[in-house]
Nanobody, 121 residues
Framework: QVHLVESGGGLVQAGGPLSLSCAASGNILRINVMGWYRQAPGKQREVVATLTTGGTTHYADSVKGRCTVSTDNAKNTVYLQMSSLRPEDTAVYYC???????????????WGQGTQVTVST
């Protein structure tokens, strides 16, 4: 069984920084992609940032220049660092991974339970 567990988030001041982390655990064989999505109230879930094991990053236009996604492959952990937070960054942030596990040895999508980030003015 694979689990993705996020930490960080909460109430953040506008203009301030945000740090999130997410650790994947379980009988993981290989991780191809890790990253972050978010869902604001009344909106669809959208990608924030992703990082492949090959080092390719993808950032949403709305966070480019103020967001960095990184991983610690030895710990199966992905990090999200954001600066200059805006009220429109308020959302539930979800950790995401595409990986293979011993019990599901094909590439599958996995999601964390989500962590609320609220940007206050």
């Amino acid at each position: 069984q694979v689990h993705l567990v996020e930490s960080g988030g909460g109430l953040v001041q506008a203009g301030g920084p945000l740090s999130l982390s997410c650790a994947a655990s379980g009988n993981i064989l290989r991780i191809n992609v890790m990253g972050w999505y978010r869902q604001a109230p009344g909106k669809q879930r959208e990608v924030v940032a992703t990082l492949t094991t090959g080092g390719t990053t993808h950032y949403a236009d709305s966070v480019k220049g103020r967001c960095t996604v990184s991983t610690d492959n030895a710990k199966n952990t992905v990090y999200l660092q954001m600066s200059s937070l805006r009220p429109e960054d308020t959302a539930v942030y979800y950790c995401y991974a595409i990986l293979q596990s011993a019990t599901a040895p094909w590439l599958s999508d996995y999601w964390g339970q989500g962590t609320q980030v609220t940007v206050s003015t």
